[in-house]
């Protein structure tokens, strides 16, 4: 890949020779060659989702951005009434869609699922003047009426300051193949490519329902930067970043921002069962304050430079950074999958020296209510290795006897959804006393955001 004569006459020297040189970075004085705000599901309904998105805009507004991408459910019930608050929500910030110097900056809106919400209002019987009401009856013509720039029925390309944002409304992304060709990006070129679910094998890439077919089309694109929503997971989570054949970016939602990333685990939310399998015990733990999403809004910065990008991760009502800035090298590499913090194995999280484990008997009850003698388990939180790396996402906790595990679970870190502000009270885990048998010895673990783990304690 080259740089294009934009970006090399943007960059140094030191730009240069980080082409080459891992995790050198150019100094970030002076403005990026574009920056952006991603964001994604405001799901615009009433007053509290409109004001959630101005805030979002604020704060893009806040970090002098030149344009901001949202990734899907602009609307939640799709109807045109709620793309005009979407569009309130931003002229109240963007005066004439520019800054306070004059500039302007681009909007630009990806529909998902619930801006064209067909399954509904083409159900028989309903109402044929719905549809004069609905955003999937006129995608484009909506948008250009509120914001005065096309958006397109299925797809479209935009530009800001020069580079290519390829949109794929809700749907239209399984058909990407037969239309990219259209959008004139080429093999090499930078460019942002937006649509509303994730594309398959990704970021999140666990998650049911999502399509690797795009994800196949733009492998041969190294150096797109996809962006996209839908599943409401916080961007507080590691893997809301995906390092491959192309680099893939999961915003997070201005409203009903989700943890359910951290799910299954004894003191999170309640535990999943597969169809069929025997029923479930409830977890004896209630979930701690600092697990809880609610009142979440959150927002990304991307700023692109000659040499890296750089993602700022931001939680904007209690404006506090969501997580540490994501920083990649750019170009990029194209050849491997490399999750952001994926690195060498002296980057996993470790306990303090001298950390030891203590086990209690206590009464309490469980998530049910049902009340029962319990032990828990407590020992120090585990250390991250660095501010970017190592982060400590869970802990593995074990009974052993004669050599072998007769009981575990897994407890999440206390600060998996608050990574800068750091909690340091104890870990605690918490099992059923008729769990346990006699002469146990107990086993902590501690955990990245990619299963790797640091040197357990015993006790």
Known sequence: MQFSRREFLGGTAAA????????????EEGKPLIKLALM???HVTDAHTQEELRKAFAYAA???VDGVLVAG???NNGRDAELKMFADAWYAV????KNARGEKVTVIGCYGNRDYRRSSITQPGQREAEKDISIFSHPDAIWNKLFGEPIGDEWCVREIKGYKVVVAHWGFEKQLKDWIGKTGVKADETFFYVQHPHPGGTVFSGLAGTDKGPAAVLAGYPNCIA???????????EHALWRGSFTSIAGGSTALVSAAFVENYENTGAKKQKKGAPPLRTPHMPVPEELKCGGRNETLILSLYADHMTIERHENNANEMAGPTWRLA???QGDKAQPYGDGAASDVPQFPVGAKISVAEQKGANRAHKKEAQIAVSFPAAIPAAAAKGRVMDYEVCAVKDGQVVARELVVSLNALKPMTQVTKPVVCVFGKDEIPEGVTWRATPRDYFGRTGKPIEG
């Open 62 to 64: 806040s970090q002098d």
């Open 330 to 332: 750019r170009p990029f």
């Open 16 to 27: 240069m020779a980080a082409a080459f040189v891992s995790h050198a970075w150019a100094a």
């Open 227 to 237: 962006l996209s929503g839908h599943s409401h997971r916080t961007i507080t989570s």
């Open 94 to 97: 963007f005066p004439g869609s």
């Open 73 to 75: 459910d602009l609307a």
């Open 40 to 42: 994604s599901d405001p």
